[in-house]
């Protein structure tokens, strides 16, 4: 079995900064791409970041300049930084990874269950 459980969501004023996290865990034998997709009241699912196993990286425009995403391969962890939030940004952050088990031989993706982040103005 394999989980991605979220954390670092919560409440913050226009202009302030929240940091997600998502570790991956079970029985792994590697992740490709890792991301970030966020899920607003009435709206589509849309991509926020995502970043491969070797480091390459690509944002949503609307997040460009103000979200960084990294991970660390050694904890199979990602990381979102949020910085200049503003109250559009407020949805429910959902993590993606791309990854395959050792008990298969295709990658395939998972998801966590979300993490509420709220902006107020």
């Known amino acids: 079995q394999v989980q991605l459980v979220e954390s670092g969501g919560g409440l913050v004023q226009a202009g302030g900064s929240l940091r997600l996290s998502c570790a991956a865990s079970?029985?792994?034998?590697?992740?490709?791409?890792m991301g970030w997709y966020r899920q607003a009241p009435g709206k589509q699912r849309e991509l926020v970041a995502i970043?491969?196993?070797?480091?390459?990286?690509e944002y949503a425009d609307s997040v460009k300049g103000r979200f960084t995403i990294s991970r660390d391969n050694a904890k199979n962890t990602v990381y979102l930084q949020m910085s200049s939030l503003k109250p559009e940004d407020t949805a429910v952050y959902y993590c993606?990874?791309?990854?395959?088990?050792?008990?298969?031989?295709?990658?395939?993706?998972?998801w966590g269950q979300g993490t509420q982040v709220t902006v107020s103005s």
């Open positions: 993606n990874a791309n990854l395959r088990q050792y008990s298969f031989t295709r990658y395939r993706d998972y």
């Open positions: 079970g029985s792994i034998a590697g992740i490709n791409v």
């Open positions: 970043i491969r196993s070797g480091g390459s990286t």
